[in-house]
DNA sequence: CTGAAAGCGCTTACAG
DNA sequence: CTGAAAGCGCTTACAG
């Protein structure tokens, strides 16, 4: 039946008050350590637990992390989340999570319930329709710690842990221009977005290093679903002028391209090359294999939570904004590799 | 910069008591209509947020349910999620998603947590290598409602709520004999999650209704990863006796099949018709694609939800256990579909 | 219909 | 080094 072991409990049988224990549990300065030797074994034996709520009511603090995500579905999300936890979970933290399915609204909302929970730190990607930040300014005036991670938003002022995206998109492009393709197409998402837009800049300037000038019918926007990726397939097919490769901001819409382009009857990549963005568990069962760019999703979730747990344990004068880029990976398979060939 | 507004505030600034304030918050039958009125129109002026830590140290509940599955980044997991999420808050419910990435350890070390954490009910789908069901047993013995979903332990007296599995083996195993064929392997998880055994049952006894005795050779069992899955196969290749059709219980399993059956030159479904399980994203990514059940993930979760919020408006003696069994639904695909190139 | 008081289980400034 | 007391923000049995 598991009663509930109190500090009262403790100190009666100890004959000591629950300052003391409370203080001995805490491995305060001023407590002998005799009696932090007995208060401890006592609770190890009785099994004591101190309970969250009550701490969390006295002092003001949770211990509880938030972590808000377009979707957990998507994999690369999973994996932060899974590195968010891990780190965490290590620090005595636990992890709530809750997703905004792309919506703003939905996100306005969670931050609203969040607000009220009064959790110690916030770690957040963005959603995709989200433009106004307004719904994150309390936790930034409360001086609750909170970074962004992958979907940053480019204007305030925080913490910041990201894939290098403009590389990532320069080293895809010298990737396909290796390959010898030389029109490439990008298929991008809401410019609103900085993953998208630094994808797109990184596409535009490596072009330019290569002496292609990209026209303005070679770039999509908002071109990142499996569906969007299928219709701008369709269009550029429709179009009749057929680029030597697509880059494709995200794995969905490159199987899109994939999909579309194979009932078509074009060849992947002899014909067109495709490279996504992500590298989602499903690239490797389409054929061909996907390439595409790695963005080291756990690592992004450790590093998001360790900016916070070092915040957590600094004064709000201490603390400072970090922004961190890793480098990215290209994976490379099939879709893009027409060098093989002919080897 | 929000100032906390309490129930002490809002009874002094209405010249009453918290008590009444309080009372008036609840809609208690005993507070006036007026006194209700001025509570509520000032509460929403001065955007009074009850403070739930507060509430929870006080009456013990915490309007928390917990989900503890496998892996968030199963779509079927992601899905049921969405369908307990939207249940729960519609009733005034937070949830707290916690993943056992399948591990018998993980999820025990999980579940203690929670018991510290006194959530009000809990949802769990137990991850493949748990046998032992003991590290749930508090909570029945607290009293705390819980359902399981999808993975449900047999052996234990609690409310379930999964798919009809041995109905929906039954149906893709006499959907695959329409199509012509007789000789059918089955790709299995472990004994021990009752939706494998369950699968497998369907599977034995739509083959003897039909006059096929399925030898032992035609079953393996743990070969439900991408990995098991691709080994399973790989096996059969070699043995030379290859069947009509191989029913993988679960979609990653059914894509190790396709990828290899592809690889050694094997037509699908011509040569060996596959049928899957989840009906995961990914399954119309791949080349033919895959037909596979449909477990109806949202309606699972909310279900669930439902269940565990009637328990929690009842009291311990009136609640009883539910068992709800959905009706599948098979997703016919083209790597299932051999009738329509004879049509 | 409303109020005064106790208490949920902790922590911590104050005092010694 | 240890203790007595107040308080975090609520709810509710008891009293009127």
Not at 122 to 128: F, G, K, P, R
Not at 200 to 224: L, R, S, T, V
Not at 293 to 315: K, M, R
Request: net charge negative; charged share 25%.
């Amino acid at each position: 039946m598991a009663e509930k072991v109190t500090i009262y409990d403790l100190a009666k049988q100890l004959n000591t008050t629950a300052s003391t224990v409370s203080r001995a549990l805490q491995n305060h300065p001023r407590i002998s350590k005799k009696m932090k030797a007995r208060v401890m074994e006592l609770a190890e034996k009785l099994n004591f637990q101190p309970d969250p709520v009550a701490m969390h009511l006295r002092t003001g603090r949770s211990s509880v992390i938030a972590v808000i995500v377009p979707r957990v579905s998507r994999n690369f999300f999973a994996s932060v989340i899974t590195g968010i936890e891990q780190v965490a979970y290590q620090n005595g933290y636990s992890v709530i999570i809750s997703q905004s399915n792309e919506q703003y609204e939905t996100e306005k909302a969670i931050a609203k319930a969040l607000l009220n929970k009064k959790i110690d730190a916030l770690a957040v990607s963005i959603s995709a329709e989200t433009t106004d930040y307004s719904h994150f300014q309390p936790f930034i005036n409360k001086g609750t710690p909170i970074v962004f991670f992958d979907r940053v938003p480019e204007s305030l002022n925080v913490s910041k842990v990201e894939v290098d995206n403009y590389e990532a998109a320069f080293q895809a492009v010298e990737h396909l221009i290796a390959q010898g393709c030389r029109k490439i197409y990008h298929l991008s998402g809401p410019m609103t977005l900085s993953v998208y837009k630094n994808r797109m800049q990184g596409y535009q300037d490596a072009m330019k290093k290569h002496g292609i000038e990209p026209q303005e019918n070679w770039f999509y926007q908002n071109a990142i679903t499996l569906e969007t990726g299928t219709e701008a397939t369709k269009q550029i097919i429709q179009s009749g002028d057929l680029p030597d490769a697509i880059l494709a901001a995200g794995d969905f819409s490159a199987i899109g391209v994939i999909l579309t382009l194979k009932k078509a009857g074009i060849r992947i990549p002899d014909d067109i090359a495709v490279v996504g963005f992500a590298n989602e568990t499903f690239d490797i069962f389409i054929d061909p294999e996907l390439t595409s760019v790695d963005l080291d999703s756990q690592q992004l979730g450790e590093t998001s939570a360790e900016i916070l747990i070092e915040q957590l344990n600094q004064t709000p004068e201490e603390r400072e904004e970090k922004h961190i880029k890793f480098p990215p990976k290209l994976m490379i398979r099939d879709s893009s590799l027409k060098a093989k060939k002919y080897d």
